[in-house]
């Protein structure tokens, strides 16, 4: 079966420093593989998505991502981090064109002054 | 344009109480999805609808959670008796059939007491 795996639930980082939020996933076939942002007391926004291609791919707001093949991953980095970050993060894979997703159990962003 | 608007944005229950969800997608949209996010968990699906026919249901605890979408366009996802087991964030989201990204509203926190 599918699975999405976040292994950090909480990451700390300062204002300024980089980022990298880790996502592995397991699946027979490349999915589709999303990164989404939650907000307090907002919706799911997208950031970012890959589906073939160059495997870093760019988003919104400075974030980008790296898939690895080899690796099942597609973790999503930041050059510099800034309060506004502050927000619970989630990478999704679908499997199928119906994009159903399969979601990771999220890692929380918490930025140091 | 408006965004996927929810109601009501908060519950509190006893165990054994009615309560129902609704949801407005994006116009247009005509891909319709519901997910239960217990705490600090990443989104689960419950049902997804293509217009007004439910296309995957096969995660909605069918003896006390319903969901229709009568007209293709609003959608209300209802919990018979609910359960301390429910208690969790319910989100809406819809998007364009063959399009990837899903947009999401704020959510319904519900708590089961």
């Known amino acids: 079966a599918q699975s999405v795996t976040q292994p950090d639930a909480r990451v700390t980082v300062s204002e300024g420093a980089s980022l990298q939020l880790r996502c592995k996933y397991s699946s027979s076939v490349t999915p589709y593989l999303f990164w989404y942002v939650q907000y307090p007391r907002q919706g799911l926004q997208l950031l970012l998505k890959?589906?073939?291609?160059d495997p870093v791919v760019q988003g919104v707001n400075g974030f980008e991502a790296e898939f690895s093949k080899s690796n099942s991953s597609f973790h999503l980095r930041k050059a510099s981090v800034h309060w506004s970050d502050s927000a619970v993060y989630f990478c999704a894979v679908s499997m199928n064109s119906n994009y159903q997703l399969i979601w990771g159990s999220g890692t929380k962003l918490i930025i140091k002054p | 344009e408006a965004g996927v608007t929810q109601s009501p944005r908060y519950a509190v229950l006893q165990e054994g109480q009615a309560v129902s969800f609704w949801c407005d997608p994006i116009s247009g949209h005509d891909t319709l999805y519901w997910y239960q996010q217990p705490r600090d968990q990443g989104p689960q699906l419950l049902v997804y609808f293509r217009d007004e026919a439910v296309i995957d249901n096969s995660q909605l605890p069918s003896d006390r959670f319903s969901a229709v979408r009568p007209k293709g366009t609003n959608s209300t996802l209802k919990i018979q008796s609910a359960k301390q087991g429910d208690t969790a964030t319910y989100l809406c989201a819809s998007s364009l059939a063959g399009q990837d990204t899903q947009y999401f509203g704020p959510g319904t926190r519900l708590l089961v007491l």
């Open positions: 890959y589906y073939s291609g």
